[in-house]
């Protein structure tokens, strides 16, 4: 691993604010609307939300910051990092560090915005263990940003991994939990990788894990889902660039 480069890449990542503001915006927003609205005043439910939305801020992410390799094909960069001491297996490495990197901030606003405006209280520890699962559950993703980011054009990056991200959160029970889903739903949601990841996330959590075991997980007796996944759809994370 480069040091150097990775330092240089993580500013220039950085630096892309539409990238950074979509994978923190977003999560933080749906945090509040579900958690604050539809779960009503079930602090299991607002658990359940906070953690699946920090792991979704850190896959958007993840995913997102892959497509600076489709940019960088385009532009022909890569070829002349081969004229570097750089090597390919370094250069990928380097790529899904960052995207590790870039996801922290995801799983901090998220997680500050649900203590602070949802109430969510947890003990230090859960609150340390849920944020390392939440962070790391993300590390499939970041790999998964590379090879979109290596097949896909740069034209069309921005609407692959917007088309992944949404369907593996919305399959894979970070949306809804997977009980509440058709017995269908539910043998695909296990298939997905971030059905899994999301286990592991809330696992840390005393009360999280629970909710996905009850079927009342809002005033109405039902989770409202199939409004606002739909809502969330219309957002697609912004093209990088190399500014």
């Known amino acids: 691993m480069n040091v150097t480069y990775m330092r240089l890449e993580a500013v220039r990542l950085f630096r892309n604010k539409r990238v950074v503001i979509f994978s923190t915006l977003m999560p933080a927003l749906l945090v509040l609307i579900i ?15 906070m953690v699946s939305m920090a792991l979704f801020g850190a896959m958007t992410a993840a995913i997102s910051s892959g497509g600076t390799i489709a940019v960088e094909r385009g532009l022909g960069w890569n070829r002349t990092l081969r004229l570097t001491p750089l090597s390919p297996a370094a250069y990928v490495l380097n790529k899904v560090l960052l995207a590790l990197l870039v996801g ?67 399959f894979g029970g970070l949306w809804v939990p997977v009980n509440l889903m058709p017995d269908t739903l539910q ?13 592991v996330a809330r696992s840390r959590s005393s009360t999280a894990t629970s909710t996905a075991r009850r079927s009342r997980c809002s005033p109405a007796g039902r989770w409202p889902w199939p409004s ?16």
């Open 35 to 49: 958690g604050g609205v539809s779960v009503g005043g079930d602090a299991d439910a607002k658990k359940y939300v």
């Open 104 to 170: 922290v901030l995801p799983v901090l606003i998220t997680f500050v915005v649900g203590a602070v405006g949802l109430h969510v209280r947890l003990s230090p520890a859960e609150w340390v263990l849920c944020f390392i699962g939440a962070w790391l559950a993300s590390l499939p993703f970041a790999a998964l940003g590379v090879v979109i980011g290596y097949l896909a054009k740069p034209d069309s990056v921005q609407q692959v991994s917007a088309l992944i991200n949404l369907t593996l959160a919305a």
């Open 187 to 199: 043998y695909i949601a296990k298939l997905t990788p971030s059905y899994w990841t999301g286990q």
């Open 228 to 243: 606002w996944p739909c809502a969330a759809s219309a957002w697609t994370p912004p093209a990088p660039d190399l500014d």
